[in-house]
C-alpha cells in the first residue's frame, strides 16, 4: 500500500475503534496536554509528541528510524494504532518501563513493557 494512502488506512482504523470505545473513560487533556514535546529511550530512540488532545501526532523513533502516528486522548492516556495493534501510551516511572536503562527516572511514558520514554 503507497504511504498516503496506508496513513489514511490507519487514521480511519484509529477513528473507528476510538469511535467503538462507547465505555471509554471521559478525556484527561489536562494530563495529556504535560506530555507535548521529546521523550527519550535508550539508544537514541525517542517519542515526540505534538498537536492537541483531539489529534496528537506521535513520532516514535526506533533503531529502524521514526514512524509517525495519530493518537486520541481516551482518559489519561493516548490511544494509537500501529501495525494494526490498537497501543496505548501512559504515564509510568523508569522501574514500569521494564527497561534497565531507564529504571532511574521519575517522568516517564510507556506503551508496553520494554518500551518506554522518559524526561532527563
Given at each position: ?48 509528541i ?21 493518537g ?16 496505548t ?17 521519575h ?14
Amino acid at each position: 500500500m503507497q504511504r498516503p494512502m496506508r496513513n489514511l488506512a490507519v487514521a480511519l482504523i484509529t477513528a473507528a475503534i476510538l469511535a467503538g470505545c462507547s465505555s471509554a473513560p471521559e478525556p484527561d487533556p489536562a494530563q495529556t496536554e504535560q506530555w507535548l514535546g521529546r521523550w527519550n529511550g535508550p539508544e537514541g530512540t525517542y517519542l515526540e509528541i505534538t498537536g492537541t488532545p483531539a489529534d496528537y501526532r506521535l513520532t516514535i523513533a526506533d533503531l529502524d528510524g521514526p514512524r509517525r502516528f495519530v493518537g486520541r486522548v481516551q482518559g489519561a492516556k493516548i490511544v494509537f494504532v500501529r501495525d494494526g495493534v490498537v497501543e496505548t501510551l501512559s504515564a509510568s516511572d523508569g522501574e514500569a518501563t521494564g527497561m534497565k536503562w531507564l529504571a532511574d527516572k521519575h517522568d516517564c511514558l510507556t506503551v508496553r513493557r520494554g518500551e518506554g520514554y522518559c524526561r532527563d
